[in-house]
């Protein structure tokens, strides 16, 4: 099957990895109403989706400074059924290889494309399945787990449709495998297949794409990786009033927050300048106090011996 719009070839552009199913619908104002804080993000994302990995400085950030106004309702999009396709010069996992270094230049966020040469996935939905039954447990550990297997499959090389990966990410953020297990073979599926089709209803095209809605059914949506004001701005349009929150930029609180950052993250959150945040962590990294992590296409730094949120 031949399709116009490859879902692996993440356009650097738009900043999208858009599905092979690509249409431009947008949510209309009864399909989802916002609850509990001022505004509600669905953000449609993908375990494997390059572009999201991109926005992971932005969303942190975001968190910090917004956490307690806006709500953000993970689901999960379908970016690669599987490998009956070619298009866009990509007919086969190795084709991802060197797509996915240059995402990595071009987003400034380690990518090793290698993966696609050493141990390719045949398909995005077992991680994506995995992620839901995470999320029946426990909404926080699902995206601490969603951040864990991210990081095995863009830095370590790991293919994470395989059991054996997946469940060393459930336990390290706590989960309770047996449960886990159970809820991944069974209904896990079932909300995923209501994500996919939820993501049709709102005509979302590609990865990342976030909806900001309000409870007066007021929307907005961020489509692609863009920078951190976009997002704010998205906030900022439904609520102009909403107080951003202050949060402590040295480098202890921004760990205890979150355990592993990258040299961009580290950069975002602290506003450290980029070009000194490397130095910042390889110091911290060469006493002992952080752990580094090198790919052939950046590093990143993780807490020793501490365990919180992602």
Aim: charged share 25%; proline share 5%; net charge negative.
């Amino acid at each position: 099957m031949e399709n116009e719009i490859n879902p692996l070839l993440c356009d650097i552009e738009t900043g999208t990895c858009e599905t092979s199913e690509a249409h431009t619908e947008t949510a209309t104002q009864s399909t989802v109403q916002s609850t509990k804080k001022f505004v509600k993000v669905i953000y449609y994302t993908d375990p494997i989706c390059s572009s999201c990995w991109g926005i992971e400085p932005q969303l942190r950030k975001l968190k910090l400074e917004y956490g307690d106004a806006v709500e953000i309702d993970y689901r999960m999009g379908g970016l690669l059924p599987n490998w009956s396709y070619n298009s866009g010069g990509i007919g086969k996992p190795s084709d991802v290889a060197h797509h996915w270094d240059e995402v990595s230049v071009h987003y400034d966020m380690p990518i090793d494309g290698d993966l696609w040469l050493e141990d390719p996935l045949d398909s995005s939905y077992p991680p994506s399945i995995a992620f839901k039954a995470a999320q029946m447990q426990d909404n926080d550990k699902a995206i601490q787990f969603l951040r864990e297997i991210r990081e095995l499959v863009f830095l370590e090389k790991k293919n994470i449709t395989k059991w054996e990966h997946i469940e060393v990410s459930a336990k390290k953020v706590g989960l309770d495998i047996a449960q886990f297990k159970a809820d991944f073979e069974g209904p896990a599926k079932t909300l995923f297949e209501e994500d996919l089709a939820l993501g049709r209803e709102l005509g979302v095209r590609g990865f990342p794409t976030m909806f900001f809605l309000d409870d007066s059914g007021n929307k907005d949506m961020v489509y692609g990786t863009k920078p951190y004001v976009y997002y704010e701005m998205a906030i900022l349009k439904l609520h102009p009033n909403v107080a951003k929150s202050e949060y402590s930029k040295n480098w202890e609180a921004l760990f205890s927050t979150y355990p592993s950052l990258t040299a961009k993250e580290f950069s975002e959150l602290s506003g450290t300048p980029r070009n000194e945040s490397e130095q910042v962590l390889n110091a911290l990294s060469n006493t002992g106090t952080l752990e580094k992590l090198t790919t052939k296409n950046g590093s990143i730094w993780k807490i020793i011996n501490l365990n919180n949120k992602h």
